[in-house]
């Protein structure tokens, strides 16, 4: 009786105050994962070294408790129990990424690996069997090191090796797979690999984050290109490259032109050529590196530029607009002699512009991820106002935790907050399609080793068999995707969990 009361109460209440947060019918919910964070396996068969590989290995001080992913959460053996997690979540799709020298241990397609061909085909097909949509990305970071040792994302070559790579996996998984994501976050491949010297291939702080900006933009462009002419008229099906977004908000309002040029640096520089009408870089991004680099006595910008036939090729090859967004920063220029901290999401060097965190804002185990949730929306309303009416696909979102704990509450206070601001700009007009909770379990976190969790399900990596638990914001995710709304009414706690 207390039940029915409740629900007739719960149903009437949310009808009279507009509370019931509805997702609207096509808005789609999921969860990501990447494959050198997952597979392990990273020696089996003919699968080729990755960047990761490489790194991990030979500079382990690099890395949280010198951790690296040779095993992983051994997905590459636990796919089934990965099925059967996205399963018990309720997810419509999940975003996983193929490793590309698992699939051409070469990196080029003069081999294909049929272990590799039948780990991503068991995988896609077990997810289809359960009625969950795959949707891969094509490069989540794992560079084959042979490519990587002639230069990778810097040698002009590697759109062609991009697109031929591309066009083996449209071929063998294109029947299945109908939402694609090209490459992963270029902001941190380029800007943080090629640029701060922390990571491989530490190249030139200077030339080395623009020469792979560009020649990333092409690689995309051709994979498209090659889906357009290829596969688009048998298969239909959608392709974006994945925004990393981080919002920018001025420090004050004296300050809201710095923040505009601080999100064409960040933003603009990946996004521009793809999805403006104009294409090519953002014209405050190359007016002011040609002057910086012209003031450090360079010959010419250190920011390649564009031939008219590249600026065809890249822009429009889009079919929707993919973004990860976790966090955001106040802009502000630098003080003069101020001692920066050189780092990307700190310091814009050709801009002098400094990104700093808001001290009222808190943050969960990543210091580097403050909440903000407005952020999220204000990003979508700036996509909009930038590159139009575009469908925007919220790829990746999540909160991260340290130490062992399964009733992670925070975590699920920051989603709820985020999609509040994502109903939000839906209710604006904003064209929103999906989210992506990052991430499906708990895995290697890059530099932050295992110890960083951002997992929905907590992985035991202290047991052979890679346990993975449900925490507390399984089921709270859970009981969101079925009801298709924020809130839950009490009745309706999810019970199908292991
Ligand atoms: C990346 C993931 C990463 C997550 C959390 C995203 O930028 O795509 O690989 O694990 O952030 O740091």
């Known amino acids: 009786m207390l039940w029915v009361t409740t629900v007739v109460l719960w149903a009437s209440v949310s009808h009279v105050y507009g509370y019931s947060k509805q997702f609207p019918p096509g808005f789609k919910f999921g969860a990501a994962t990447a494959a050198y964070q997952v597979e392990g396996a990273y020696n089996v068969s003919d699968k080729g070294e990755c960047k990761w590989d490489r790194l991990t290995h030979r500079y382990p001080e690099l890395f949280t408790n010198h951790d690296n992913g040779d095993n992983a959460c051994k997905s590459y053996y636990y796919w089934r129990r990965d099925i059967e997690m996205a399963a018990e979540l309720g997810l419509q799709f999940y975003r996983f990424s193929i490793s590309w020298p698992?699939?051409?241990?070469?990196g080029l397609p003069n081999e294909i690996s049929d272990d590799g061909k039948n780990y991503y085909n068991n995988l896609i097909d077990g997810l289809l069997e359960r009625g969950i949509e795959p949707i891969v990305s094509i490069y989540h970071w794992e560079m084959p090191q042979l490519l990587q040792d002639l230069g990778g994302w810097a040698n002009p070559k590697i759109s062609d090796w991009f697109a031929d790579y591309a066009r083996v996996v449209f071929t063998l998984f294109g029947d299945r797979v109908k939402i694609w994501l090209t490459i992963n976050e270029p902001i941190v491949e380029c800007d943080w690999?090629?640029?701060?010297?922390?990571?491989?291939?530490?190249l030139d702080y200077y030339v080395g984050p623009y020469m792979c900006n560009k020649n990333l933009l092409l690689s995309h462009?051709?994979?498209?290109?090659?889906?357009?002419?290829?596969?688009?008229?048998?298969?239909h099906g959608k392709l974006s490259i994945v925004n990393h977004l981080l919002w920018l908000k001025p420090y004050s309002s004296e300050y809201e032109e710095d923040a505009e040029i601080a999100r064409q640096f960040l933003t603009g520089r990946y996004a521009h050529a793809i999805y403006s009408k104009k294409g090519g870089w953002p014209s405050v991004?190359?007016?002011?590196?040609?002057?910086?680099?012209?003031?450090?006595?360079?010959?010419?910008?250190?920011?390649?530029?564009f031939t008219k036939e590249e600026i065809e090729l890249v822009r429009g090859t889009y079919d929707f607009f993919a973004m990860n967004h976790?966090?955001?920063?106040?802009v502000r220029t630098a003080e003069p002699d101020e001692d920066v901290v050189e780092s990307l999401f700190t310091y814009i060097p050709d801009a002098d512009l400094v990104l700093e965190n808001d001290p009222t804002w808190t943050y969960g185990y990543s210091e580097t991820m403050p909440i903000y949730p407005p952020g999220i929306r204000e990003q979508m309303e700036w996509v909009r106002k930038h590159y139009g009416d575009v469908d925007i696909f919220i790829t990746e979102n999540g909160y991260s935790t340290g130490g062992s704990n399964?009733?992670?509450?925070?975590?699920?206070?920051y989603i709820r907050s985020y999609l509040e601001e994502v109903l939000l700009a839906i209710q604006e007009g904003i064209n929103v399609i999906g989210y992506t909770y990052w991430s499906l379990m708990d895995n290697f976190e890059w530099t932050g080793g295992y110890g960083t969790k951002f997992g929905l399900y907590e992985v035991d990596f202290s047991d052979p068999h890679r346990k993975r638990t449900a925490?507390?914001?399984?089921?709270?995710?859970?009981?969101?995707?079925?009801?298709?709304?924020?809130y839950i009414p009490p009745a309706c706690q999810s019970n199908s969990f292991k």
């Open 102 to 106: 698992r699939l051409l241990p070469t």
């Open 193 to 202: 690999y090629y640029g701060q010297g922390i990571l491989a291939p530490q």
């Open 221 to 235: 462009a051709k994979a498209y290109r090659v889906y357009d002419r290829e596969f688009r008229h048998k298969y």
């Open 285 to 305: 991004v190359e007016k002011t590196v040609a002057k910086v680099s012209k003031e450090q006595g360079f010959r010419e910008s250190r920011l390649p530029p």
């Open 326 to 330: 976790y966090t955001s920063r106040l």
């Open 406 to 413: 399964l009733d992670d509450d925070a975590r699920i206070s």
């Open 471 to 486: 925490r507390k914001s399984a089921r709270y995710y859970a009981d969101l995707i079925s009801n298709r709304s924020l």
